[in-house]
């Protein structure tokens, strides 16, 4: 069975979506943060759950090793040592990279005035949401577009996208544009639920 360690800090609304999304892959939470929401989900999810610090994550890495580790809100930079016993690491990201890294991205392309943003799926690397692109997705921001409108998109996307790409990735298989909404075109129509984002409606 292939193995995925999830990383988050916070709310874990990621976490939960690949984990209720993939079948037959043996999943772990890690959380630096032992009062984070993510850790809730693992519980009532059943998945094990462990919080360590950064510098204990060297350590842990060397003695267990994953098909895939994938960041869902770890908010802090991985140091190469760390990243090096890791084996391969993904991170999502809300706005098309490289535009507006860093905290509260949603709201630094709104702010912008960017008329389109989107999400992005990205090798993770020792600098701040950098490295090499696997997968991205656009967001139209209408004019009439409140900024919580925009933030709930985004996330509804995240929650489609990111199961889908983490998949193809175990199973090594291509990413291209390769992600799918199904026939809700991705307008939350079917809240999650179309064919291809794992259910069943016509949208
Ligand atoms: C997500 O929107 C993710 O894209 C973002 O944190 C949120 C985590 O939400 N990540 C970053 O900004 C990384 N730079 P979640 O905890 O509910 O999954």
């Known amino acids: 069975m292939?193995?995925?360690?999830?990383?988050?800090?916070g709310f874990g609304s990621n976490f939960e979506a690949v984990a209720r999304y993939l079948k037959d892959v043996e999943i772990i939470c890690i959380s630096d943060k032992p009062d984070a929401y993510i850790l809730k989900r693992a519980?009532?999810?059943?998945i094990p759950a462990l919080v360590l610090t950064l510098d204990e994550m060297e350590k842990y890495f060397s003695e267990n090793k994953f098909d895939l580790v994938a960041l869902a809100?770890?908010?802090?930079?991985?140091p190469e040592n760390i990243l090096s016993k890791m084996g391969r690491c993904i991170n999502l990201h809300p706005s098309i990279l490289p535009a507006f890294k860093g905290k509260d991205?949603?709201?630094?392309a709104y702010l912008y005035g960017v008329k389109v943003t989107g999400i992005t799926i990205h090798e993770v690397t020792p600098e701040l949401d950098s490295g090499r692109i696997i997968a991205q997705y656009p967001v139209?921001?209408?004019?009439?577009?409140?900024y919580d409108e925009l933030e709930e998109t985004i996330?509804?996307?995240?929650h489609i996208i990111y199961p889908q790409v983490i998949e193809k990735?175990?199973?090594?298989a291509p990413v291209e544009y390769g992600v799918s909404f199904g026939n809700c075109g991705g307008r939350g129509k079917c809240e999650g639920k179309c064919k291809e984002c794992g259910g069943g409606c016509e949208g």
């Not at 519980?43 to 059943?46: K, T, V």
């Open 43 to 46: 519980e009532y999810l059943n």
């Open 73 to 78: 809100g770890f908010m802090r930079i991985i």
């Open 105 to 108: 991205a949603i709201k630094q």
């Open 140 to 146: 139209i921001i209408n004019d009439s577009m409140h």
């Open 169 to 172: 990735l175990l199973n090594n």
């Open 2 to 9: 292939k193995k995925l360690a999830i990383l988050g800090s």
């Open 155 to 158: 996330h509804r996307v995240e």
